[in-house]
């Protein structure tokens, strides 16, 4: 199974400011999938990235809300822009073909 | 539309006191069933793969199985160490990306 890091693993945030959330992966993948995981609730795919082509969104998610980059087989990074209270989240970005191996997490708190 | 239930919400359980979790799928078409645990603040850890009917998964006092509409995960004699969230997701053969969907989870609270 692959290794994933995440940075940052948790930040606090002001209202209307971007954060990026950065995941490495200790050996290359084709797609990285990134999902948000309310408090409380179970996880929700925001957008799977491969790498060299735009990133494939999931109904209710806009790439202006979430850029997301994939400059190579190893890395990923999702933006969450224009935060807002309702962004407060745990972001995941995961790696496999089949069963998915998933990093720690970013927790983020927006004021 | 694809869906995926689990119940119950949460379930408290005696040390010792041996139990199952229900997963349920509304799926067009399954490529494979999967069971996570999450520990609180961290990220979903993989237990097993199912990807047919009559398929059974063991790992330590866990057991996996699954239907053509649902998968069990039994926990025998459990410890204190095994309370936490257990999600259940599944992959699509319908997509081109493999699309998991994760259901709500049940946590697990285990008393010694």
């Known amino acids: 199974s692959a290794v994933i890091s995440q940075k940052p693993s948790r930040d606090i945030c002001q209202r209307g400011t971007s954060l990026t959330i950065q995941c490495q992966v200790d050996s290359q993948v084709t797609m990285m999938f990134w999902y948000r995981q309310q408090p409380g609730q179970s996880l929700t795919l925001i957008a799977t990235a491969n790498q060299g082509s735009e990133a494939t969104y999931e109904s209710g998610f806009v790439i202006d809300k979430f850029p997301i980059s994939r400059p190579n087989l190893t890395f990923s990074t999702l933006t969450v822009s224009n935060m807002s209270p309702e962004d407060s989240s745990i972001y995941l970005c995961s790696v496999g073909d089949q069963a998915q191996y998933f990093g720690p997490g970013t927790r983020l708190l927006v004021l | 539309e694809d869906q995926v239930t689990q119940s119950p919400e949460a379930l408290r359980l005696q040390e010792g006191e041996s139990s199952s979790l229900n997963c349920s799928y509304t799926?067009?078409?399954?490529?494979?069933l999967f069971w996570y645990r999450q520990d609180p603040g961290k990220g979903p850890e993989f237990l097993f793969t199912?990807?047919?009917a009559g398929e059974e998964k063991e790992k330590e006092r866990l057991k996996a199985t699954l239907t053509k509409k649902e998968s069990f995960l039994h926990i025998t004699a459990p410890k204190p160490e095994d309370s936490a969230t257990y999600l259940c997701?599944?992959?699509?053969?319908?997509?081109?990306?493999?699309?998991?969907?994760f259901g709500p989870g049940t946590s697990l609270s285990v008393i010694p």
């Open positions: 799926v067009s078409g399954l490529r494979g």
């Open positions: 199912l990807y047919s």
């Open positions: 997701a599944v992959q699509l053969s319908k997509t081109s990306y493999d699309k998991v969907i």
